[in-house]
């Protein structure tokens, strides 16, 4: 057929193929101001809908992996990786933010560990829920109430090898202390610092009248916030630690943490960063984030100021009803097993020695300037490490494991022992 053929009865089309006309009649007229009217480019559609069908696949591709390995995690430590920190075992306390929940029995099962925190009636740890502590004290009773975050608490490790149950054990058996019954309360809390404990201790701690205080401090001593700042934490109606802040960063910081794929993923990176690289080298190279840098030690320094008046807060309220305080320095995980630098993200990027060379710093400054004895354990737990193969940390979970206890019980109860009881 022509270009001219009929299309349809009394019709004709152009032969260009744009339109039709009835047979006989006048064909419009074309030219530059006969615009057409451009046809929606083919395809397009087409391919918006296989970019939405690939988002859509790799999204189900992150959801399977994301659950696998939650699976994984679960089968293998017998809890799911997004409740590996937080655990339902806080309550709201007026004087210090929150603390462990009164008469609780709960099984914490990890992949490195299974235990179970039992707690009395008091709110403390113990190895029974009928194990109380008489106020006032009685007669023929030393006792010590031991303050800080989870490594004082005991967290990871069963009752009967918690730091404060070994040196109840360990100080039973000083010659300074014959015919006396010695008690240690462990008013310790889970991701609460000991200096926050004081408004606790002025209204509450103080009541059971302990003959010695022992605050325990992990980590850094010169980043210490003003009493009054405000909390970081607070406790939900299910009884979990969830930040107490509205900004979006730390919430969604929060929500990675929880992921199977960020959490294996991380800990991959790390693992072959070491095997690639030297630690310090690396650390040099690379260069420190602001906040972990660590020149020198300046007593000066903000947070070293509220920290030392802190210390000397609790020195002088004790002091004031005939009673004495230490304190005792948790060194970092990775200052004692060096291989495991690498998998703090905070502290990545820091050269080992050199935080050890400030917390010694910060302990002997502590001392001389408050005359508080204060005990860092890096020494002990080095020597220990040297030793063997077996580990005073857990490696996934930098808490003491029960020799890590062992260890800090030796070196604390050599120090009351010569600086506390022989006074």
Not at 289 to 314: C, I, M, S, W
Request: aromatic share 10%.
């Amino acid at each position: 057929m022509g270009p001219n053929d009929s299309t349809a009865e009394g019709q004709v089309r152009d032969a260009d193929g744009t339109g039709m006309y009835e047979q006989g009649a006048e064909r419009p007229a074309k030219g530059p101001d006969s615009a057409r009217v451009p046809a929606a480019p083919r395809g397009a559609s087409g391919r918006g809908r296989r970019l939405c069908v690939r988002i859509a696949q790799a999204a189900l591709l992150v959801l399977i992996a994301e659950g696998w390995l939650q699976l994984f995690h679960r089968v293998s430590s017998g809890d799911w990786l997004f409740r590996r920190i937080a655990i339902p075992i806080y309550v709201s306390d007026e004087y210090c933010g929150w603390r462990v929940k009164p008469n609780l029995n709960f099984r914490h099962t990890r992949r490195e560990f299974s235990v179970e925190y039992i707690t009395n009636a008091q709110g403390f740890r113990t190895g029974s829920v009928t194990r109380l502590y008489a106020r006032p004290k009685p007669e023929g009773v030393y006792r010590i109430l031991l303050m800080g975050p989870s490594h004082a608490f005991g967290w990871a490790n069963s009752y009967e090898d918690t730091f404060g149950s070994c040196l109840e054990r360990s100080l039973a058996s000083t010659s300074e202390l014959e015919g006396l019954a010695v008690e240690v309360i462990n008013a310790a809390v889970p991701s609460l610092a000991w200096m926050d404990q004081y408004r606790w201790y002025e209204q509450v701690g103080r009541t059971y009248e302990p003959d010695l205080l022992i605050v325990a401090h992990y980590g850094d001593m010169r980043y210490y916030d003003s009493p009054d700042a405000p909390p970081r934490y607070r406790v939900n109606e299910y009884g979990y630690l969830v930040t107490a802040t509205t900004k979006r960063w730390p919430l969604l910081r929060m929500r990675a943490k929880q992921s199977a794929i960020i959490y294996n993923g991380y800990l991959t990176y790390q693992r072959i960063s070491a095997a690639l690289k030297d630690y310090s080298s690396r650390s040099r190279k690379r260069g420190e984030r602001p906040a972990d840098v660590r020149v020198g030690f300046n007593p000066h320094g903000k947070g070293v100021t509220a920290f030392r008046q802190r210390l000397e807060a609790f020195r002088d309220s004790a002091a004031s009803e005939g009673r004495k305080i230490m304190l005792v320095h948790i060194p970092m995980a990775y200052t004692v097993h060096r291989k495991d630098a690498g998998q703090s993200g905070r502290l990545g990027d820091l050269q080992v020695q050199d935080v050890i060379n400030t917390d010694a710093a910060a302990c002997r400054y502590l001392h001389e300037a408050t005359g508080v004895p204060c005990l860092d354990l890096i020494e002990p737990f080095q020597t220990r490490a040297s030793r063997g193969t077996e580990r005073l940390y857990y490696r996934l979970d930098p808490h003491f494991t029960p020799l890590g206890n062992r260890v800090a019980v030796e070196a604390v109860a050599e120090t009351i022992r010569g600086s506390i009881l022989a006074r």
